[in-house]
């Protein structure tokens, strides 16, 4: 995310001097730098779609998969849209604590020539936009079969005003959070997971079950579609993490190392854990327990070592094990898709294992006990904000709507053709 600029030491023939970042920076964008930053971009969007669409669409049954590709598809068109008008003015201009300014509404003084770093600004807007994009659709997982629509797309478009661009300001644009506090979130364990996770569970919560929930089998209609979305997010993840860099360089390359590696120790874990708890692991655990592992190592992957990622990845799948397969039915909340159970909880964990795993040279300037507290504290008002800002939403568009969710009879039939009037697969 965006890097200080305290000044850089550049070489004159004979003579170091010491220049501001951006008048150093203003006719030195670098290709590399900016050409890595547009397959970030990319590759971030390719984790909304198809990425997250495919691997919540072979979770739900038949009947509903069109509505959660609807969902990721208008996530997509109305965050792309708001970013430029006013998310990104109020995400990341200004020196407000808890929210920008409107000084680029609409981008409003951003020109080709206008610079973020190494990168023209218009690479890093369009980058913060794809986290704009998947951080609401993140949340359809856990209401999934039994949302309609209209109030879906008003709850997304208020969310991002009230939860996620307070929250990006807060913890990346200088605010609260990260300025104050001084947590670490390299890549959106706290904007992205957690805002989205304990979010999703208030909207499930306040939704209810799906009709039938824990009486009638409703097993996922294609796990060959969920590994394939899962494959795409991991590798999307990439430039989710690594891209957040900035820059095509060292630092970088750590966080596309780690990222890959907590994945691979999560997947692991789960599995085995799986293995033992219920006697044979499941296609379905190892994809879940992927994600799990790329969402602890988010906040994490440039300031803890290859190993310490190893240790991230294994605490992500276990502990996101026990949410999702234990915790979960001991409650009896009907998170659909447990956006809760992977992203809420793995993002807690990523956060603070954020501290607990810190590599010296990351933890130099504060200290490992002080940075840890620093991770805790963020963790507590994400906690709280993210669910209670959601739940005053919902029930303001209840009062609105009359009603959230669909009737029990449409439920019966389908999303798909009650809310859209089609189907995904027919026979001839």
Not at 154 to 176: K, N, Q, R
Request: charged share 10%; with cysteine.
């Amino acid at each position: 995310m965006p890097k200080p600029t305290l000044g850089w030491l550049r070489a004159i023939p004979g003579l170091f001097v010491l220049i501001p970042a951006q008048a150093a920076l203003a006719d030195e964008i670098s290709a590399g730098d900016t050409a890595w930053m547009l397959t970030s971009t990319a590759l971030v969007l390719m984790m909304t779609l198809p990425g997250l669409a495919l691997f919540y669409g072979g979770l739900v049954r038949s009947k509903n998969i069109l509505s959660i590709l609807m969902q990721c598809l208008i996530s997509a068109g109305m965050a792309g849209v708001l970013w430029v008008l006013a998310g990104y003015s109020l995400a990341f201009s200004g020196e407000g604590m808890f929210i920008g300014d409107t000084a680029k509404l609409g981008l409003a003084g951003v020109t080709p020539d206008s610079v973020s770093g190494t990168i023209p600004e218009y690479v890093f807007i369009m980058f913060q936009g794809m986290f704009a994009i998947i951080t609401p659709a993140l949340m359809l997982g856990a209401f999934a079969e039994r949302m309609r629509f209209a109030p879906y797309l008003a709850f997304i478009t208020i969310w991002l005003f009230v939860v996620y661009i307070p929250l990006a300001h807060m913890v990346w644009g200088g605010g609260y959070i990260g300025a104050e506090i001084g947590a670490l979130d390299f890549a959106g364990g706290l904007v992205v997971h957690m805002s989205s996770g304990f979010s999703a569970l208030a909207g499930c919560l306040i939704l209810g079950p799906r009709r039938g929930y824990l009486k009638d089998m409703m097993l996922p209609h294609s796990l060959p579609l969920t590994v394939i979305g899962a494959a795409l997010l991991w590798v999307g993840w990439f430039g989710f993490n690594a891209g957040s860099e900035l820059a095509a360089d060292g630092t970088a390359g750590l966080a596309f190392l780690t990222t890959n590696t907590a994945a691979a120790a999560a997947v692991l874990t789960w599995v085995a854990i799986e293995w033992i708890h219920r006697g044979k692991p499941t296609v379905l655990g190892a994809a879940t327990a992927a994600v799990a592992g790329l969402v602890a190592i988010t906040p994490a992957c440039a300031f803890v070592t290859p190993v310490g990622a190893i240790w991230v990845g294994l605490g992500g799948g276990a502990i996101c094990y026990v949410a999702v397969t234990l915790l979960k039915p001991a409650l009896g909340y009907d998170d659909s898709l447990d956006v809760f159970g992977v992203h809420g909880v793995g993002g807690a964990w990523g956060a603070l294992a954020t501290g607990l795993f810190i590599a010296p040279w990351a933890a130099s300037e504060v200290g490992y006990g002080a940075q840890i507290w620093a991770q805790v504290k963020s963790i507590v008002i994400v906690a709280i904000y993210a669910p209670l800002a959601s739940a005053i939403i919902l029930y303001a568009l209840k009062a609105v709507f009359g009603t959230l969710r669909v009737t029990d009879e449409d439920e019966s039939q389908g999303l798909d053709v009650v809310e859209h009037s089609e189907t995904a697969y027919t026979t001839q």
